[in-house]
């Protein structure tokens, strides 16, 4: 097993090299989904630290930018690992950073963990406005929507989607998953969502049980 606080580190001092070579000693072993996995929690844990030295002023929008492109290189990386654990054939998921928030390293996280547990991901992108999610929803109708935000004010846009699926009827044929920095099972219950999730794993996990 590769060292996970290493890894967690350079995550977080956005240092490529000991990534990579971490990540080639993971895909260089036979049945290793599992420890890809525990490398994307790393990796996750890590992010969590790059902002907070971006809150502490040590770190810019630039280097932002920069770990998303890091992070991002790391899961195209790990997906054929992360794919060989997941025989089990997945559901239909339209997944959006709701209305208001730009952000979109976790939602992205979350769609390359998905894909690879053979989900089929219709991805909206950022800044989604509501109307845009129930079109699709009733275009594709998928089995599941997420919902992704960082901001506080991401919770009203998510609580407006659910609110409109419900009012379009979908309530009952898809289930809503929320993820990101603000959510917690009150946040959950207010918003009307079946399930939340902080991290991308578990969020996974809650899909599988869903249309397994």
Same mark, same amino acid.
């Given at each position: ?43 996750? +844990?890590?992010?969590?630290? *790059?902002? #907070? ?8 929008? &630039?280097? =932002?930018?920069? /770990? ?63 109307? +845009?999610?129930?079109?699709? *929803?009733? #275009? ?8 992704? &935000?960082? =901001?506080?004010? /991401? ?58």
């Amino acid at each position: 097993m590769v060292d996970l606080k290493v890894l967690t580190q350079a995550m977080s001092d956005l240092d490529e090299d000991v990534l990579n070579k971490a990540i080639d000693e993971v895909l260089s072993k036979d049945d290793n989904a599992a420890e890809a996995q525990e490398v994307v929690k790393a990796c996750q +844990q890590g992010m969590t630290l *790059v902002g #907070e030295r971006y809150d502490s002023g040590e770190y810019f929008i &630039g280097d =932002l930018v920069f /770990a998303g492109e890091v992070l991002q290189s790391v899961m195209d990386k790990l997906k054929p690992a992360l794919s060989a654990g997941s025989s089990a054939k997945g559901g239909k998921i339209v997944l959006a950073t709701v209305f208001g928030d730009l952000h979109d390293i976790g939602k992205n996280i979350f769609r390359s963990m998905v894909e690879a547990a053979n989900f089929e991901v219709i991805d909206l992108g950022i800044n989604v406005p509501v109307n +845009q999610i129930v079109d699709k *929803v009733k #275009e594709v109708n998928p089995d599941i929507v997420g919902l992704s &935000g960082v =901001l506080t004010l /991401a919770l009203d846009s998510m609580k407006e989607t659910v609110n409109a699926l419900n009012e379009a009827g979908f309530r009952n044929s898809v289930k809503v998953i929320i993820g990101g920095v603000p959510v917690n099972e009150n946040v959950c219950k207010s918003i009307g969502a079946d399930a939340f999730s902080t991290n991308a794993a578990e969020g996974v996990k809650i899909c599988q049980r869903w249309v397994g």
